[in-house]
């Protein structure tokens, strides 16, 4: 099989880079049950490139995602709107036989949250993060939707009612999960000028480097919406690895995210329409927990990995009774 | 118990044991990884196998307080999610917060007693 696809992508890469294009160092680095990574170099006569190919892989998802041939229209469009992701080299077609996928740069760097928080090396990268978050969201937010291939769109009362309904499918009965619904419902925010929202942005989508951040990964979430969801879901508990008092990610104070945000542009968004996308995106990580801990339990997907974050709901529950105790 | 020594617990802490001193040490990348996902099961396992039993009772008695009625802890929840979806209790409710934040503490005493909010929501 590993063979098989040595040779599909040995293929797929002549077509882009010419018959003598040869690929080195293919190696797999992660095969998560939803996409899968490979990372490889590309030698021509006259260069070396260091490349990355994610590919789509069978499982069912919690959300619709992005097919990879749209996720790379979006990374483009945001490569070309100033902000810092890879650069995309070649989208997979069916000539390719190998799926749904696309090849990009392979930038370096720590892409883990933990390490992120605590690597002495990056220390002076911590200093700066949060102020660069809040100009890299503002760019993201402004980008001229134009410029970008149809995107579903999504209200915050439309992802009220996707969680509601997530919810009701997968049939658990938990009271803290009931009341986060009730407060979400009593503190929806007006309806905002639409943006592009990146949809996933936090430590673990962000390749960082003693510079600081070097690119913004994973665009499969991307749609338009209310920019405060990416101010939010960086603000989520979970996100934060253990620094609960930082919290921006872990890192950085949620004043210093918004001033950085507003005076590089971003949409104009206060501290409640924030916290209702923190309690939401609370909420939601809370319900990926509880589908895979069911992914787990019908045998979709029958691994142990997704049977103990399974166990990690009441992680979110417990942060859903910490955030609305805040009113 | 009708069983012989050594009893369950005792066996789950020789299993953890060997797991942390046999074989992680000699594993690394992905195998190293999924033993620590193991041992992470397995130090649920154990931490409910101590403490459910008194957990579920102290919850129960509690919903037995909250909703006046009686029943089985899986019942009584099942009303509580009702009573909340349809407002008859909301988040402004202090004694329903109270219940859910001792209900929630002892679910996370189980699965992660190292989570920085459950530590943070001990404290003084």
């Known amino acids: 099989m590993a063979e098989d696809f040595a040779e599909l992508l040995a293929g797929a890469v002549q077509r882009r880079f010419g018959e003598s294009a040869r690929v080195l160092d293919l190696k797999a680095l992660s095969g998560g049950a939803s996409a899968e990574t490979w990372r490889f170099d590309v030698e021509t006569p006259d260069a070396r490139s260091p490349l990355i190919l994610q590919r789509m892989a069978g499982a069912g998802q919690f959300e619709a995602s992005l097919d990879r041939a749209l996720q790379a229209k979006v990374q483009s469009a945001a490569f070309e709107g100033g902000v810092p992701v890879a650069p995309v080299r070649f989208v997979l077609d069916d000539a390719d036989r190998m799926g749904n996928g696309y090849v990009m740069a392979r930038i370096e760097g720590e892409t883990l949250g ?37 995107l579903p769109t999504r209200s915050a009362r439309e992802s009220l009612e996707s969680m509601r309904a997530i919810y009701r499918r997968l049939g658990a009965e938990l009271p803290v999960f009931e009341l986060a619904l009730q407060w979400l419902e009593d503190h929806l925010p007006a309806p905002i000028g639409t943006s592009l929202v990146h949809g996933d942005f936090r430590l673990g989508n962000l390749i960082v480097g003693p510079d600081g951040i070097r690119a913004v990964l994973d665009w499969e979430m991307a749609h338009i919406g209310d920019p405060a969801e990416d101010l939010g879901w960086i603000c989520v508990p979970s996100w934060r690895f253990g620094q609960l008092e930082r919290e921006v990610g872990g890192f950085g104070d949620l004043q210093d995210l918004m001033t950085s945000y507003e005076s590089a542009g971003g949409i104009g968004v206060d501290s409640e329409r924030v916290r209702f996308w923190q309690v939401f995106g609370c909420l939601k990580w809370g319900l990926v927990c509880l589908f895979f801990a069911f992914q787990f339990l019908n045998g979709d997907v029958p691994l142990l990995e997704r049977a103990v974050i399974g166990r990690r709901t009441s992680e979110t529950e417990l942060d859903l009774l910490m955030l609305m105790r805040a009113e | ?113 190292k989570y920085a909010t459950y530590l943070h929501m001990q404290g003084p």
């Open chain 1, 114 to 150: 933990p390490r992120i928080l605590k690597l002495d090396e990056l220390a002076s990268a911590r200093a700066d993060m949060t102020q660069q978050c809040g100009s890299i969201l503002a760019r993201i937010h402004r980008l001229d939707t134009r410029s970008l291939p149809p």
């Open chain 2, 1 to 113: 118990m009708p069983s012989n020594r050594p009893t369950s617990a005792e066996l789950l802490d020789a299993v953890q044991k060997f797991l942390k001193a046999e074989v992680l040490p000699g594993l690394s990348g992905s195998a190293k990884y999924h033993v620590q996902v193991a041992l992470t099961a397995l130090g649920i396992v154990g931490r409910e196998t101590e403490g459910a039993a008194q957990l579920d009772a102290a919850e129960r008695a509690r919903l037995d307080n909250l909703l006046h009625i009686e029943g089985s802890r899986e019942a009584l929840n099942r009303l509580l999610c009702a009573k909340i979806r349809e407002r008859q209790l909301t988040y402004r409710d202090a004694a329903l917060i109270e219940h859910l934040r001792l209900t929630t503490m002892g679910k996370m005493s189980i699965d992660n007693p």
